[in-house]
């Protein structure tokens, strides 16, 4: 009770007091005839029977209006205690589920379904410990029913979605992606699920768009989204080359380049598709630009086949240029050894092998080092010498698969061992050396750090 209560009834009852007294003091006379009797009383008799017979009356309504709700209330009161029992079996149908007890889980959800009127919790517990007890169709049936109900519509469809990966079914994952998508663009870790499927599918120009969103939204950096957008446009270079669309290839490599102009795959792509197009002394700067900073064994290659029909003295010179971009590295060294072998220049030949030689002997070098000695002095047991060397000489750089280390002869967009995107890398391969211990031959693996 709050003072403002007290206040009132203290007020009522000294105001009952004051009516009583003056009553008291006024009696009054009342007299009745009815039906030939006669009652003599005095007004205060009269009220209180009047305030007697109103009490009575409220009692009687107050009674009749409980035994008319009562029905109502039993209602209520038993669907209170089936929800709570529904919530609790719903709790621990979630605590099973999180222990991986699936059985369990299925047994409280089923429970908590029929005494919660399945709502949309209930459903996706069932879906969940359906999915541990292995029961798929349980489980898409569940997250069906959440997916066709408006609410819970982006609840069943990644439960969809997760069930068709799972299957290895990407092409309805893709689907499911993209209807999650329409309902909720910026649900948590959607853009990324459907960029990986957009990938896994093979659909560039739709992985491009999503990378292309990605960074507005500030879910990707900027610098890895142009990155990224290369290497797919790369892909799409590759796949027009092949049905012949020069112009559109040409176009996506030069777009590439630009965003990602230290994608070295990108830039020898480039100049091999300008030398198919009869453009080699534009596809021999790109080269030659790239060469200055990142000189590489592939870029050599395609500066090579730029101009095949060059005899090879005419390849040295244009080797000797490609060595001026960047005279000191052990890559420029090579690639003149090797032109000046192709012309049969030992001398220069040999300068350059010998100057690789000081800094590291890898079996490229001693594969070189070995023709040169068979051609130049048909000295078989030094070529010998030197074949034998590779086995134990320093591997040379390769491309490596960042995720299962498979070595591939060009950069690819996938790794054609495991298949994962965008991992190729150039690096040095671990070392692995036969040694022979006690009796029996051991693998002594190196990796690089
Ligand atoms: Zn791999």
Known sequence: MNIFSISVFLILTVCIILGEVWLADNPGEVTVYWRGYRIDTSVAIILHVVAFLIAVVALAYRFWSALRRAPQQIRLRRQLRRERRGYDALSQGLIAAAAGDSTGALRQAKKAGVLLSSPPIAKLLTAQAAELTGDKNVAREHYQALADDPQTALLGIRGLLEQAR??????????????????RPDAEGLLEQRLELQIEGNYWEDAEATVQEAVNRKEMDAEDGAKRRAVMMFEQARLAMLS?????????????TKLHPQFIAGQMKLAEQLGAINKARRASRIIEKCWATTPHPNLAAVYRALEPELDALAQVKRFESLFECNPGHVESHLALAEAALAAELWGQARTHLVKVSESRITPRLCRLMATLEEAQCQDRDKAQHWLAQTAM????????????GAESETWQVRCSNCGFFNGIFWGKPPKVARLSRNGSDHLIQDLPG
């Open 166 to 183: 799972n299957a290895g079914n990407s092409e309805e994952a893709l689907r499911l992606a993209d209807e999650a998508y329409r309902l």
């Open 244 to 256: 012949q669309e020069n112009e559109r290839a040409l176009s996506l490599l030069q777009t590439a």
């Open 393 to 404: 000489a320093e591997p040379d750089m390769a491309w490596l698969c960042r995720s299962c």
